[in-house]
């Protein structure tokens, strides 16, 4: 399916950081409010959710951090305030409502990886 989304490079963003050569990865967190998002009052999952990519993926031109769609402002159904595109990988690996990112050494412990490791790996296209 294609998208008309309303954002920038990730690499772009990654670029304005200068992350050192010891950053390896980049772990993402979303907001964690359970008035305002009702799942998270669940136990299915650890919340905040948190997903990651290798650098490399990371500066790839398609991963995209979208605050829009369809020329209109990003919904919160659509993960609103910031959201994550990697139209490569599985769905999962696209973080919505990101409220932190940071540059890490080693690879991020993810909700899923952690939530079923044998079936949703780090890598997981």
Do not use: C
Not at 24 to 33: A, C, G, H
Not at 44 to 50: A, H, I, M, Q
Not at 67 to 90: E, F, M, S
């Amino acid at each position: 399916m294609i998208v008309p989304w309303v954002g920038f490079p990730l690499g772009d963003l990654i670029k304005r950081f200068k992350p050192t050569s010891k950053a390896k990865y980049v772990e993402f967190k979303t907001l964690m409010d359970p008035k305002q998002m009702p799942g998270e009052r669940g136990s299915v999952l650890d919340w905040p959710y948190t997903e990651g990519l290798r650098m490399d993926e990371a500066m790839h031109p398609l991963a995209l951090m979208t605050v829009g769609l369809y020329g209109k402002v990003l919904p919160n159904q659509n993960g609103a305030p910031l959201r994550l595109i990697t139209p490569w990988k599985y769905g999962f690996k696209g973080v919505k409502a990101i409220v932190s990112m940071r540059f890490v050494e080693r690879m991020p412990v993810t909700t899923w990886a952690k939530s079923a490791p044998s079936e949703y790996g780090f890598y997981d296209r």
